[in-house]
Structure formats: structure tokens, C-alpha cells
């Protein structure tokens, strides 16, 4: 009994052995397919981490041209990734073979691009059809290939077919409110010339780079409106209200501008930007728009009674005024005598800066200057205010000094998203889309209605007012405001105030969009390309499901697609185009690129050659 009791258990121990045995025989197999997966420590991260890493990459070839000799030079570019790069692989498929050279002598930096030169006498002579490019990392982990394969230019880079140039000087830059001076390169802090400042501490304001001098005026102007030399009174009260009259304003503030100007030239300070917020509106908004307010009807009531209106009316009608009675402004509901006055109203008040303008240039003969909520418009091109009120029927709008500016592209939508305030039969939803898209055409009518340069507001992210707010539409309108080539940005970002503040961290926000935008546009003779938005319908401006904007720059031209993301849009690059289908439109553009893209997750930079057609844009 005895031996066979201890016979079992020796035999139970023998089948543990043999177990363990073989578990270790077959570990030894599986491990160096698992460690491959899930890799065993930093220095050896595994297919999973790779493959993370590999998603994060942004390279691609930008051109390839043949230079003779059997020789090669391909650019490559890259785009915001921050990986530890220590090569390159480069694949080259000839007519009759195909072949990957690795080269490690440098690699782009961040936003930058490099040329590669390749003698391929050895390894082909037959023609390099097209090229593709491959990262390898500082863990020894090879990425795939980008699967865009660029074509070889065999004409040489004077060709241009696939020429590019490299990334330039900046060429976007935002003048801000408020911010951290030297924080961003591309975003400059206006001096503010307040009430307390003089010459001499603007003066010393030495932080902003040389040709983006710039003062913003928030004291000299004032009471430019408020002087009591130009009031009218009320026939019936006998009071005195301020008048749509401001000479002895205008002549007290230009004092107010020689006395500072000539003090501020004999200290040796430079100027190249004089930026006016003013908002001393005459509109019947500003002067008064309910009907039975008393003290609003006395207003009105000395104007229309003051002796110097001897003009007035004869201007108003040249505009499409109805009648001699202002009561018909101030009762707006009652026709578009409001609208009529409004537009002769912003002529007048542009009027008036432009003699504080003309002061400013005799100091400083190539000052740009231009005034919030200034700028042009036309019939042509049918873009209500943000409460729907048509101002474009009349007049032509107007500006200050060299430069319009509208008031501020915010994405803030108002009461045009009622039914019918856009146009008949059709309601504007309030939607973080449409918001994005009114801001577009609120900035191409300004465009489009006059040839003087724009200077446009904008406003950082974070603000709460904006129906942009949390999502990336807000990036989207930066890159289409920057497509069409205005003088600078001005970025209006309180760090003290707002809702909520403005902070660093928004800025160099909006740095990096400029950034991206300049890596692909940013170098001198940028034009905005119009052609695809000059002629207005209601279905082309109000009820497409996309923007698309572009800028034509050197040899090439840019193109940022954004689509409205509540209807499938679907992008494909082909070898000759890029492809697009919203749920309305099918769009074709000649030869062009898909490019990386790192500020936004809703748009496409698509890049063409610039002998290119234009979009082929068919409606299904």
C-alpha cells in the first residue's frame, strides 16, 4: 500500500515537470511574437506603441525633379509632429524597377522642409516615375510609407509643375489688444494710448518689431462728438442734445493729434500703424430707434431743426430717401428711410476720422490706418448686418485712412437667424457652421465691394459669445481670413476682461494657425483667389454645405476646404486631383494635393501647381 502511494505521487510530480517543460518550450516560441506586439520597455516599444508613434508622424514628399546626370532632388516637408526623427527612406519607382535608399544626414525640423539630391546611375537608368518618403525614429522603428507618391517633374525645377518653395518669413501678422510682448513673434501688442500716456511712453514702447509700429487710439479722439460748440437744441424743450454736426470736435482733436504727433516724431518714434476703435456711431441705432421715447423724439427733433441740415436732405435723397421728415428714421419699422440715413451717417462719420487721418500722415506719410466697423459694401453682393437689417441696399459704405474694417468677424450671429431675416422663405439656423460662414462672406463683401485693403477683427477662441465656441470652426475662419490676404489681423484679446479673459494660452493659439497658414502661403505677391465666390446666389453663399477659399502665391496655389460637419463629406486623393463630395456638391481640383494639416480637425489644405485649372465644382 505504502509503495503504491508513493508511486502516485512520484507520478503526479513527473506530469508537473513535463507540464512546466513544455509551457517553457512554448514560451520560448511565443515571446519574441508577443514582446514584437507589446515590446518590453522604452528602448523596444513594440508594434503597438510604433504603430501609435506612426500615427503622429507628418512627412511628405512636396516635389521631385529630375536635374540631369541621372540625378534627383526631392523636397520633403513636415509638418507640427513632435517625434524624434533619425532618417528617412525614400522610395523611388522607376519604369522597370523599384528601389529605397535611406538617408540620414538631416532631417526637417518642425514646420520646416529640407532637399534631398540623389545620383541614381547606379541603381537604375531607367526614368523615376514617382517617389514616396518613410520616417525612422529614434527607437530604431520603421513608420510606413505615406502611400502619396509625387510624381517627377522631368522638365527640372523650372518646370513648376511640382516646384514649391521652401517656408518663409512670416507674412500674417495679428496687432493685438492686449497680450505678453515678445510671447509670439507673429502677434504684436498695440501700444494704447490712453488718457495718461504721452510721448514719451509710447515712445519707449520699443518691443514691437520693426515696419509693425503700431498705437491704437483710446483717448485723443474722444469728444470728438461730445462738443458742446456743436450741439443742436430741441425747438419745443429748448435742450441741447449732441448733433450729427461735429466741426469744432474734429478741429479740437486735431489739436489734441498735432500736439502728440510732433512730440512723439522729435523723440525719433516710428509709426507704421495708427488703429482707431472709436464706435461713435450716428446710426438711428446710436441716436435713438424707440419711437415713443420723449427725450428720443426731442433728439431727432433738433436735427432735423438745426440750420445746418441746409444739405441734408438733399443727400439723403440722392441715396433713396423718401421725404423730408425724420421721424420716419427715428419709427424704423416704417419703411427703409433707416437704412438710407445709416449709410450717409457711416459716409459722415468716416468723414470726420479721415481729417484726424490726414493729420497723422503729414507726421507720417505711410501710416496704415483704419477705423472698427468702417468699410464697403454693394447690391451686388447681398450680406445683412447680424440682425438681418439690409444695409447693403443702399449706399456704398466707406472707410478711414487706407484700410476697411469690418466690425468684428466674432461668429456672435444675432437676430438674422430669424425666419426670413436673411432673405424671404428661409431661415438661417444657429449653428456653429453657419456662424463660421456668415463671418467668411461678411469678409469677402468687404473684399469684393472696394480695392482698398482690409484689416479685419478678430476675437480668440475662448470667447463665449460665439456660436464657434468649442469647436474648430473658429481655426477654419482664422485660415479663410488669412487666404484673403489682409494688411494684419486685429486680434482683439483682453487678458483682463472678456468673457472670460483672454490669455497666453489662446494666443499662441492663434500664432499657430497664422503658422500653419504661412507654411504653405506665407511668402511675397499673395493674392486672394476669388473667382469660385465672385458671383452671388443665395445658394452659393447662404446654402452651400462647404467653404472654399484660396490664395495664389509663387508657383503655386492653396486651397483650405471646409465642409459643414453635420453632412458626409467624403476626400480622396487621386493621381491626378483630389476628389470631394459633400451631400450637394461634387468637387474636382486639377492636380492638386493633399497636405498635412495639424490646427484643425475639420478642413483640407489642398496644394496645386499654378498653372492648374480651377475647381471644377458641379452640384448634384
Not at 410 to 423: A, H, P, S, V
Not at 584 to 610: A, D, F, H, M, R
Request: charged share 20%; aromatic share 12%; net charge negative.
Amino acid at each position: 500500500m505504502k509503495k503504491r502511494g508513493l508511486s502516485g505521487v512520484i507520478t503526479i510530480i513527473l506530469l508537473i515537470l513535463i507540464v512546466l517543460i513544455s509551457i517553457s518550450i512554448v514560451w520560448l516560441f511565443v515571446r519574441p511574437a508577443i514582446e514584437k506586439i507589446v515590446g518590453t520597455n522604452d528602448e523596444n516599444p513594440g508594434e503597438i506603441s510604433k504603430l501609435v508613434s506612426c500615427l503622429d508622424i507628418s512627412f511628405n514628399v512636396g516635389s521631385c525633379d529630375f536635374l540631369g546626370n541621372d540625378t534627383y532632388e526631392v523636397t520633403v516637408r513636415r509638418g507640427g509632429d513632435e517625434l524624434q526623427i533619425t532618417g528617412l527612406f525614400f522610395n523611388f519607382k522607376a519604369s522597370n524597377t523599384e528601389f529605397t535608399i535611406f538617408n540620414n544626414s538631416f532631417v526637417p525640423e518642425q514646420f520646416g522642409s529640407a532637399r534631398y539630391k540623389f545620383n541614381l546611375s547606379e541603381e537604375t537608368d531607367a526614368r523615376i516615375l514617382s517617389v514616396d518618403v518613410a520616417a525612422l525614429l529614434s527607437t530604431n522603428n520603421t513608420c510606413g510609407f505615406t502611400g502619396i507618391s509625387v510624381s517627377c517633374n522631368q522638365q527640372g525645377p523650372q518646370g513648376g509643375g511640382n516646384m514649391i518653395y521652401e517656408p518663409g518669413s512670416l507674412s500674417t501678422y495679428a496687432l493685438s489688444w492686449d497680450g505678453t510682448l515678445g510671447l509670439n513673434e507673429n502677434i504684436i501688442p498695440m501700444f494704447q494710448l490712453r488718457a495718461w500716456e504721452n510721448s514719451n511712453t509710447a515712445f519707449q514702447y520699443t518691443s514691437q518689431p520693426s515696419e509693425y509700429k503700431a498705437i491704437i487710439d483710446r483717448s485723443r479722439y474722444q469728444g470728438i462728438n461730445t462738443n458742446i460748440s456743436d450741439r443742436c437744441m430741441d425747438p419745443v424743450t429748448q435742450v441741447y442734445y449732441d448733433c450729427i454736426w461735429w466741426d469744432n470736435g474734429v478741429e479740437s482733436a486735431k489739436a489734441r493729434y498735432n500736439t502728440f504727433l510732433s512730440e512723439y516724431q522729435q523723440l525719433g518714434g516710428e509709426l507704421d500703424y495708427w488703429i482707431l476703435d472709436t464706435e461713435t456711431w450716428l446710426s438711428n441705432w446710436a441716436i435713438g430707434s424707440n419711437k415713443n421715447d420723449p427725450v428720443q423724439q426731442a433728439r431727432w427733433r433738433a436735427i432735423q431743426n438745426d440750420p445746418r441740415n441746409v444739405t441734408l436732405f438733399a443727400e439723403l435723397a440722392d441715396r433713396g430717401f423718401i421725404g423730408q421728415n425724420l421721424t420716419t428714421v427715428h419709427d424704423w419699422q416704417s419703411g427703409d428711410n433707416y437704412l438710407v440715413w445709416n449709410a450717409l451717417m457711416k459716409e459722415k462719420v468716416a468723414g470726420y476720422y479721415n481729417e484726424l487721418y490726414d493729420v497723422v500722415r503729414q507726421y507720417y506719410p505711410n501710416v496704415k490706418v483704419s477705423n472698427y466697423g468702417l468699410y464697403h459694401w454693394s447690391q451686388q453682393y447681398e450680406v445683412p448686418e447680424q440682425n438681418g437689417h439690409r444695409q447693403y441696399k443702399y449706399g456704398l459704405g466707406s472707410h478711414v485712412g487706407n484700410h476697411q474694417s469690418q466690425d468684428g468677424l466674432y461668429g456672435d450671429l444675432g437676430q438674422i437667424t430669424n425666419f426670413e431675416r436673411l432673405f424671404p422663405g428661409y431661415t438661417y439656423e444657429p449653428t456653429a457652421f453657419n456662424a463660421f460662414r456668415y463671418e467668411v462672406n461678411r469678409m469677402r463683401s468687404m473684399q469684393l465691394s472696394n480695392i482698398a485693403g482690409i484689416q479685419p477683427w478678430v476675437i480668440y477662441k475662448a470667447w463665449n459669445k460665439s456660436l464657434m465656441l468649442g469647436s474648430d470652426y473658429y481655426e477654419e475662419l482664422m485660415i479663410h481670413i488669412a487666404l484673403a490676404d489682409p494688411d494684419v489681423m486685429l486680434y482683439w484679446n483682453p487678458h483682463s476682461s472678456g468673457s472670460p479673459p483672454a490669455n497666453d494660452t489662446e494666443d499662441i493659439l492663434l500664432s499657430n494657425v497664422l503658422l500653419e497658414t504661412d507654411y504653405f502661403t506665407g511668402f511675397p505677391g499673395k493674392q486672394a483667389i476669388d473667382s469660385n465666390y465672385q458671383e452671388f446666389t443665395n445658394e452659393s453663399w447662404w446654402m452651400s454645405d462647404y467653404v472654399l477659399s484660396g490664395a495664389s502665391v509663387g508657383n503655386r496655389k492653396a486651397w483650405r476646404f471646409t465642409p459643414d460637419t453635420e453632412i458626409a463629406t467624403t476626400i480622396v486623393q487621386l493621381p491626378d486631383s483630389v476628389a470631394i463630395e459633400t451631400g450637394k456638391y461634387s468637387i474636382i481640383i486639377p492636380l492638386g494635393v493633399i497636405e498635412p494639416n495639424q490646427v484643425s480637425t475639420i478642413g483640407t489644405w489642398i496644394i496645386q501647381p499654378q498653372g492648374a485649372g480651377d475647381p471644377i465644382i458641379v452640384e448634384i
